[in-house]
C-alpha cells in the first residue's frame, strides 16, 4: 500500500485511468474535512468530455479497524449504495470498488454530487428556510423505503449483523465496558435500556446513521443522497428514526427534534405514507435515548482510536470529549431535576511567569488568528479543532478543581465508603453494571445529574443539552 502523498496519487490516477470510462488522466485530489471514522476525497479527473469530478470513500490509512467486526465493510457499502439508488432511494452512482491489486486499500469511487452536507447549514442557513419543512416528511418516507429493500439482491445479506434491541444494546455497552473507562451516567443509561427493551415485531435493514449531516440535500430539491453505510445492520427499524431524533443532530435547534429542520408528527407522516405501518412514539423514545447513550460511546471510541489506531488526527480525542454531551441528554430525557450552574474560580494575577490560562490562551489565538487565516480546507478545520481543544483545557483549570472535589465527597456519600476518586468512579458503575445499586438509589440520580451537568459546562458549555439541564433543573 502506499506510503506518500505521491504514491497514493501515483496509484490513484492508474486506478481512475483504468476504471473511469474515457478517462486521461488524474487532475487533483483533496481530501475533505468531514469524515473522521472514514476518508471523503474530491477528485478532479480530465475525460474525453472534459473535465469530471468524482468522490472517494476509504478506510483510514486504506486500513479496516479490525477491532469492529461487525462492519459490513466498504464492498458491502458499495453495494447498498447500488441497492438503494435502484429502489428510488436518493443515491450516487457507485463506478468502482477499490481492489487489493490496486494498492489504495477499502474503499470505493463513486459520483460527485453538489449540495450541502454539513448539517448546521442545513438546519440554519438562510437558502434552505423554504425546503426545511419538507425535510422531516420526505425523511420519513426515504426510510419506509430504505427498511422494505430486500438486502438478498444486492448479495450482501451475508455481510449485514442481525441484532434485536437486547443485542443492539448489549453489544454497545460491551464496546464501552471494554475501553476500561467510568462514566457512570452511561451504565445508568444502560441499565435503564435492558429494563425497558421494546417489543419488535419485525427486523429489516437499519441505515443505522440516518441524520441531519450524513445526507445532501439542496435547497430546490430536498435530499439528493444518502451518505455512510458504514455500520448499516439487520434489526428494529425504528432504530433509525430514534437517532434522527437524538439531541446531537439537531444543532442547537432544540425545538426540532427531526435534525433541527422538523417534527417527530411529519417524520411519522412520511413514514406511515409509505410502509402503512403506525408509528409507536413510545417505541421511538427509546432508540432516541438509545441514541445518545450509543453516541457517548462511539465519542469515546474515537479517543481510543486516537490511542491505537492508524489514524491519529487532532479530531478524535476532540470527538472524544463530546461524550459528555451525550450524557446530558440522556439525563435530560431520563432524569430532569436540579442542578447547580457551575462557577469558574478567578485566575490569580501574578507578575511572574506567565500562568498556565495565559499560555494556553495564546496558544489558542494564535490557531484560530494567524494558522486559520493563512490555511484553507482540512488544515483550516483542523486548526479551529485544536483552538476548541485548548478552549476545553481552560476551562478544565478554571471548573475542574470544584468538580473533583464535589465528586468525591458525594460519591463517599453515596457509596458508604472512602477511596480515591478514581476507585470511586470505578465502584459506581460496576454497582450500576452488576444491578447491586437500584435506579432509584437515594442520592444516585442527584449526583449523576449534578456530575454530568458540571463535566459538559467544561467540554462544551454551548451545547443546547446543557442549555436544558439548567433551564430544567432552574440554574439559568
Request: aromatic share 8%; hydrophobic share 40%.
Amino acid at each position: 500500500m502506499e506510503t506518500t502523498k505521491d504514491a497514493f496519487e501515483d496509484c490513484l490516477a492508474r486506478v481512475v485511468k483504468a476504471h473511469i470510462p474515457g478517462c486521461r488522466s488524474l487532475k487533483s485530489c483533496d481530501r475533505l474535512s468531514g469524515g473522521a471514522s472514514q476518508e471523503t476525497y474530491r477528485l478532479l479527473v480530465a475525460t474525453d468530455n472534459g473535465d469530471v469530478p468524482l468522490a472517494m470513500r476509504r478506510a483510514p490509512g486504506g486500513v479496516v479497524d479490525e477491532t469492529v467486526g461487525t462492519r459490513p465493510g466498504l464492498a458491502a457499502e458499495a453495494g447498498l449504495f447500488r441497492l438503494a439508488r435502484e429502489a428510488g432511494v436518493p443515491e450516487p452512482e457507485i463506478y468502482y470498488v477499490l481492489e487489493e491489486d490496486d494498492g489504495l486499500g477499502h474503499g470505493f469511487l463513486m459520483e460527485w454530487l453538489e449540495g450541502e452536507a454539513l448539517g448546521a447549514k442545513i438546519a440554519r442557513a438562510p437558502e434552505f428556510e423554504t425546503i426545511r419543512p419538507k425535510l422531516a416528511f420526505q425523511c420519513g418516507e426515504i426510510l419506509a423505503r430504505i427498511h422494505s429493500l430486500d438486502i438478498k439482491v444486492a448479495g450482501v445479506g451475508d455481510k449485514l449483523q442481525v441484532m434485536t434491541p437486547e443485542q443492539f444494546v448489549t453489544q454497545t455497552w460491551d464496546n464501552y465496558k471494554a475501553f476500561d473507562t467510568a462514566h457512570p451516567m452511561i451504565d445508568f443509561t444502560g441499565r435503564w435500556l435492558m429494563e425497558n427493551l421494546p417489543n419488535v415485531d419485525r427486523l429489516a435493514l437499519v441505515h443505522n446513521d440516518f441524520r441531519n449531516g450524513n445526507f445532501m440535500v439542496r435547497p430546490g430539491d430536498g435530499i439528493v443522497a444518502v451518505l455512510d453505510w458504514e455500520i448499516a445492520h439487520i434489526g428494529d427499524p425504528m432504530r433509525d428514526l430514534g437517532w434522527i431524533c437524538t439531541n446531537s443532530w439537531r444543532f442547537g435547534k432544540t425545538d426540532l427534534p427531526v435534525g433541527g429542520f422538523g417534527s417527530r408528527e411529519d417524520l411519522f407522516a412520511g413514514y406511515e405514507s409509505v410502509s402503512g405501518t403506525k408509528v409507536d412514539a413510545t417505541h421511538v423514545k427509546f432508540w432516541e435515548v438509545f441514541g445518545s447513550f450509543w453516541w457517548s460511546i462511539g465519542c469515546l471510541g474515537m479517543a481510543e482510536h486516537y490511542r491505537h489506531g492508524p489514524d491519529a488526527s487532532v479530531e478524535r480525542p476532540a470527538i472524544g470529549r463530546r461524550s459528555s454531551e451525550c450524557q446530558v441528554d440522556c439525563v435530560n430525557l431520563l432524569i430532569p431535576g436540579p442542578v447547580e450552574k457551575p462557577e469558574p474560580i478567578e485566575m490569580t494575577l501574578s507578575s511572574n511567569m506567565p500562568r498556565s490560562d495565559e499560555l494556553l490562551s495564546s496558544v489558542r489565538d494564535f490557531l484560530r488568528g494567524d494558522v486559520m487565516g493563512e490555511t484553507k480546507g482540512r488544515t483550516n478545520f483542523l486548526a479551529r479543532v485544536a483552538s476548541n481543544s485548548v478552549d476545553i483545557v481552560l476551562r478544565e483549570l478554571m471548573l475542574g478543581p470544584a468538580h473533583k472535589t464535589y465528586q468525591q465527597t458525594a460519591l463517599e456519600d453515596l457509596l458508604d465508603t472512602k477511596g480515591d476518586l478514581e476507585t470511586l468512579q470505578g465502584q459506581l458503575t460496576l454497582a450500576l453494571r452488576d444491578g447491586t445499586m437500584a435506579l432509584d438509589h437515594p442520592g444516585l440520580t442527584d449526583f449523576l445529574r449534578q456530575s454530568v451537568v458540571t463535566q459538559i459546562a467544561i467540554d462544551q458549555p454551548k451545547y443546547s443539552g446543557y442549555r436544558t439541564a439548567l433551564a430544567q433543573g432552574g440554574a439559568e
